[in-house]
């Protein structure tokens, strides 16, 4: 037979070019596609933000799981991978970062012997700390394999995630670091996107400015005492502002300023495409720029069973896609090869279960059991994570290859 | 090093036995585990439960996907194994299932051909069908490709999802399928699993009544073609209900019942052990077969963070669990392979987000970084499709061996 039959969820394995059309229903749906035009668009975009904003870029790979967008990343300037575990380390490291941040604290012996073995053939992996008793783990077990540890105190926020509540707190944890043979302080990390307020703008600049000043008391004390030294703040919602206000501080001038957003690579059609509408407003760059962030991930699916009028049950659910924050909405749908409409903005997918979506359309639309429809989602995170492989395509969603994620 | 340095999250893809200590920090962390002697009893118990009450068993498989609990499940006595998708039929196929139901409507091309091959290889595979387009596109398939299907009409309910909404609907499409030559009518399916009233107990029975006298009413019109014939429905929270009506129905003593729950496998510690309990207390049977089913999945992660008094941050997120239908909630912290309490009721994961879990301990826990927590969850399927395997473990939490999944 002439069709693609899968060893995993909607792809092959080989990452060769295919002929394969997606809208002549030649792969198993449901899949999960990305546009090569507005991935190369989002990666090239991001690169020239960090590059003309003179900071440097270290794409969240958690989002992607993907070493194959990793590579793109690399090879369009970033200057390393953000992970948030010793195995995603260890999968950015296959896919030939040299640099490595691991934007948590790393705990547990198998864990670090993951990350020792990654510095021990020459990748530089940087982690966070915020607690003397990790900072004395991590140095007991670093200083045994004759290795030496760089590491970034994350600084937190009252009533936030991980991190020193205070400068104070961190300079006392950088005291005692220092008199650790293990480890090398190299800096300082941060997350603003834990900060919820009725101004979360001036708290984001406030907070990156108290990061800041951490870094100019540290380096003053003379704690930072890595070859490079860094400071590294930033996920894709305020990675403007971080950017402007690290720079403005002028930080230790031999720091570098290292920015890790990680949505962008995909983009999405919900919060995170509400969230770079509120950068294209605020940010003159990002105006000088151009065209903003595109939307690249997709799901494809079946319109599956028409039971009642205006219900359509669409092949697909939280199996295939984020629900966490909004659900997937249609763009597109398509019935032999042909666009019967892209104008969708009145059907609403109400409800997902495991493998089903509920998809109310409005009268215009006739759907027919096997349309194809098209949806972007929002929270790419989570959405990624539901695939082993995805399909690159083209703008007539030809298939030309598949890539693999690793989760 | 002696640690086990992974391929995939948590797990080495190779099945053989191994010596590794999960409490002793050999493997990365987060990880999920499955309990061995909890899987048996759940296999078992629900083997015997539909033994004693003269029904087959297709257990799920969308719950796993995992082929090593398939095989255990069909060793056991199961008729065969129940899916969502033609992937997961291959899944399935490849574990060795000679018997699946595909309980859904099999749309498209690539998802036909992948059907037709199991056909052709000699595998059983039932699908269902709630519309004449449906019936047409796949009797036109799999004729030209020399196949009969055999096919179950779905029964829906108003407001539902999928499946003819009345009996009548339902006559009128037998009828149609009967005119067409790549398929064969081998019975009746349905999920009331969607109904959702004031008195859920008494809609359950209903429907599952009016299912009975559907397959009467084909059984005497003489539309049942092929040459099994079969009537199926039950999730895992409504299975004694139906298991007792459609055994009183008395459905034509040709017919097979053939139940699908697939959430016992593991069972939990959220809905699905509610749903167990409320099962315990109505059915006799269920309390004459003893213990009840255990929660066999668990996740082991780390204390990464204690942040601020109170509060510590789990080493596990969005990424590692199901947070749809209540968070995963401690049962166990250990520290240097010690248990240092299984009394957490009062200590509470609050939130989630992709990678962190905020946990709230009570003041007699003193958690330490490093510390190792074990958590149970609720909707299992969520949990599994998280991971690319998961560690099967006896009672002392002794890596027994990794098993893989297919998502």
């Given at each position: ?6 060893k ?32 190369q ?11 003309a ?10 989002t ?36 490595i ?10 864990n ?39 590491v ?43 900060i ?12 990156a ?14 704690l ?10 930033a ?22 300023i290292v ?19 509120a ?19 997709e ?22 896609a ?72 083209d703008?007539n ?7 693999e994620?690793?989760?």
């Amino acid at each position: 037979m002439k069709y693609q039959i899968i060893k995993h969820k909607a792809a092959t394995a080989e990452p060769e070019k295919t002929n394969l059309k997606l809208l002549q229903q030649d792969i198993c749906l449901p899949a999960a596609i990305l546009k090569q035009s507005a991935l190369q668009h989002n990666v090239q975009w991001m690169q020239q933000f960090a590059d003309a904003s003179g900071v440097r870029l270290s794409p969240h790979g958690k989002t992607s799981m993907t070493p194959w967008l990793f590579q793109q990343q690399l090879a369009a300037g970033a200057w390393g991978i953000t992970v948030a575990t010793a195995y995603q380390a260890q999968i950015a490291a296959n896919a030939g970062a040299q640099r490595i941040i691991l934007a948590n604290q790393l705990v547990g012996a198998a864990n670090m012997a993951v990350v020792a073995n990654l510095i021990a053939s020459g990748v530089e992996v940087y982690l966070c700390i915020d607690h003397v008793d990790n900072a004395k783990a991590l140095s007991a077990f670093f200083h045994t394999e004759q290795l030496l540890l760089p590491v970034l105190i994350e600084l937190g926020v009252p009533g936030g995630r991980c991190g020193c509540r205070t400068n104070q707190q961190a300079v006392n944890l950088a005291q005692q670091i220092a008199t650790l043979p293990g480890l090398a302080l190299a800096g300082i990390e941060f997350y603003e996107g834990v900060i919820s307020t009725t101004d979360s703008v001036l708290s984001v600049r406030q907070f990156a400015q108290q990061a800041a000043a951490l870094c100019k008391a540290l380096f003053r004390q003379e704690l930072l005492k890595y070859h490079n030294i860094l400071i590294s703040g930033a996920g894709s919602v305020w990675y403007d502002i971080i950017a402007l206000e690290l720079t403005k501080a002028t930080v230790p001038s031999t720091m570098q300023i290292v920015l890790r957003p990680g949505c962008y690579i995909s983009h999405d059609q919900g919060i995170y495409c509400q969230a770079q509408q509120a950068i294209d407003q605020r940010s003159k760059l990002a105006t000088k720029l151009g065209q903003s962030l595109r939307n690249a991930l997709e799901l494809a699916v079946y319109v599956q069973s028409l039971p009642e009028p205006g219900l359509a049950v669409l092949g697909f659910g939280k199996r295939d896609a984020a629900f966490d924050a909004g659900l997937p909405q249609a763009i597109a749908i398509y019935r032999d090869g042909q666009l019967i409409s892209n104008q969708l903005q009145q059907c609403v997918t109400t409800k997902v279960m495991d493998q089903h979506a509920f998809w109310h359309y409005n009268s215009q639309i006739k759907p027919k059991i096997g349309d194809i429809v098209l949806l972007g989602t929002s929270h790419p995170c989570l959405t990624f994570d539901k695939w082993r492989s995805l399909w690159l395509v083209d703008d007539n969603y030809n298939l030309l290859q598949s890539v693999e994620t690793f989760f």
